[in-house]
């Protein structure tokens, strides 16, 4: 039977570094998220068209984006998806979906819910959390 040992000081600084980059990249992407909401206004989106491509990435698995048509506060008219693929669609054809939109540029937007908004920042805060423990406690 292993007897569990502990983390080398060597080991245990790398960890303490990285989950130190991850802060920095999770503190990143609070700015920069909280630039693009304070930035945005709230809308409603009508999903026009579900857009798909086989990934190469992921076995050749279909990935998913929906289309939203929505009008920004001037009344002009937008054609936009958000930004990414998922394996599968979450939004049907006629869906109305409540989206955020980017005052500067209305082509961009995102769906106007908090893990889809805050994602990025959430995991790379979350990574860095658990680096850190393990460089703390962390047995091999």
């Not at 990249?25 to 409603?44: D, G, M, Q, R």
């Not at 289309?67 to 998806?81: A, L």
């Not at 920042?121 to 979350?126: E, F, N, P, T």
Request: net charge positive; proline share 2%.
């Amino acid at each position: 039977m292993r007897k569990n040992k502990e983390l080398t000081v060597g080991q245990k600084t790398t960890l303490r570094i990285l989950s130190y980059i991850g802060f920095v990249i999770c503190l990143f992407f609070i700015y920069k998220t909280s630039s693009f909401v304070i930035a945005t206004e709230k809308t409603n989106g009508k999903v026009i068209r579900i857009d798909s491509y086989r990934s190469t990435a992921r076995g050749r698995s279909m990935q998913y984006a929906p289309v939203f048509e929505y009008n920004d506060s001037q009344g002009n008219s937008y054609i936009s998806e958000p930004g990414w693929y998922s394996s599968k669609s979450k939004y049907n054809v006629g869906q109305s979906v409540e989206i955020i939109y980017s005052k500067q540029d209305p082509s961009k937007l995102k769906i106007n819910n908090f893990f889809v908004i805050w994602r990025i920042a959430i995991l790379s805060g979350i990574i860095s959390i658990l680096l850190l423990l393990l460089s703390k406690f962390g047995y091999q």
